[in-house]
């Protein structure tokens, strides 16, 4: 099973080398990070809380509802998963919505969940499970990567999309989500692929769904950009003797408090865009109008795994090279400003903050889950120092609701 997944993993490394705009040759290596200098010395900004602890497989995903119910995921990447969605109540995590969506055996994959790797509260506090469809970053078939909403009053689905083929590809990795429900009649979907670089739309009434930006060069990784976490140069070692540069697409995913824009970066890259969303939302746009309302607002410093946005206009970003997370208002006329960003929790503990999510009691709840240690990265051994965890941080602020 493990020289199986070794080799998907290779398979999958030397076709994201292979991708145009990806720079070979005496360019790797990682760039300076200037913009945060003083937090090398690990003087600890913020004050993070600890709010859940994970002895088991390595989360990816958090959210909370409006109630404060938690609920996570855990993808396929090779721990063991009994189930992929979870709740966690008083400190120990519970399949959800119950095992049997969590259970694969014997069921096509199209009637379970497969591997998740987002789970977002929506503004009308409904549940929606971003399954990626991809065992160990392996290649999708129809009927795995999908998107399901629960009824958080009921826990049944309400909503099952089955992605088409020509929507999540085979290389397709579908990242994480954000929604704004004013648009159409009953709302849209916005999700990043990490693993071609795109943007996908969804219709959350009939689940009629569409790529954007695939061929845009602010859904790609940044040529030659190779991140530096813990001091070493984060890199792909699958095999012994086998090191490749780690190519991750559109990643952070965060929409505006007025609904206007849509952010996002790749995770193997600095720079954050964002694309306008009326163009995002028509289907009859054509790709090149789409691709001409992209703002780059510069260099913002570092690889960043998740986005969030609040209510007053502020995007939040991790950044897994200075285990902190910083906050910036975009603005295309001060984007040269460093003053315009800055650093709300910096933190030892803080070992690859990933997901970010923003809930009603004011806090910025966020995933720390040590994917630097893995073996893949690691060329071997395990380095991950259980448990896992789920901080928070208070930001007295609230989460954007377009419903």
Not at 56 to 72: A, I, L, N, Q
Not at 311 to 316: H, K, L, S
């Amino acid at each position: 099973m493990k020289r199986s997944l070794i080799r998907v993993m290779l398979a999958i490394c030397l076709v994201a080398f292979a991708l145009p705009g990806y720079a070979s040759g005496p360019n790797w290596g990682p760039g300076p990070c200037h913009h945060y200098p003083d937090l090398a010395e690990d003087a600890p900004v913020g004050e993070i809380e600890p709010v859940a602890f994970f002895n088991g497989p390595m989360p990816t995903g958090v959210t909370v509802s409006r109630h404060g119910r938690m609920f996570v995921n855990f993808p396929q990447w090779g721990d063991t998963v009994e189930y992929t969605v979870a709740e966690v109540r008083h400190g120990k995590t519970f399949a959800y919505p119950n095992q049997s969506l969590n259970n694969c055996k014997n069921k096509e994959q199209k009637d379970c969940f497969v591997a998740v790797q987002s789970v977002v509260v929506d503004p009308k506090d409904r549940l929606w499970v971003l399954d990626t469809g991809s065992i160990g970053f392996g290649p999708t078939t129809y009927g795995g990567p999908k998107l399901v909403g629960i009824d958080l009053k009921t826990n049944k689905a309400f909503k099952w999309f089955l992605f088409p083929t020509d929507v999540a590809l085979a290389t397709t990795y579908l990242n994480d989500i954000r929604f704004d429900l004013t648009r159409g009649t009953e709302g849209m979907a916005f999700i990043t692929d990490s693993g071609t670089g795109a943007i996908i739309v969804v219709d959350l009434a009939d689940g009629k769904s569409w790529r954007r930006l695939a061929n845009d060069q602010s859904t790609k990784a940044l040529a030659g950009y190779l991140p530096m976490v813990e001091g070493k140069t984060l890199m792909l070692r699958p095999a012994p003797g086998v090191i490749i540069p780690l190519v991750v697409n559109s990643d952070g995913i965060a929409i505006s408090n007025d609904g206007k824009k849509l952010y996002y970066s790749a995770l193997t890259g600095r720079r954050l865009y964002s694309v306008s969303v009326d163009a995002l939302a028509n289907p009859a746009t054509l790709d090149a109008a789409v691709a001409a309302t992209v703002i780059d607002y510069g260099d913002k410093g570092c690889a960043s795994d998740g986005l969030e946005s609040d209510a007053d206009g502020w995007v939040y970003l991790t950044d897994i090279e200075h285990n902190s997370i910083h906050r910036m208002k975009p603005d295309p006329d001060q984007v040269k400003s460093q003053a315009s960003i800055e650093t709300i929790a910096h933190d030892p503990r803080m070992l690859w903050p990933d997901t970010l999510s923003l809930a009603y009691d004011g806090y910025l709840y966020f995933t720390a889950n040590q994917i630097q240690r893995q073996p893949v990265h690691t060329g071997g051994p395990d380095l991950r120092d259980k448990p896992y965890v789920v901080y928070r941080i208070k930001v007295n602020a609230k989460p954007v609701a377009l419903k």
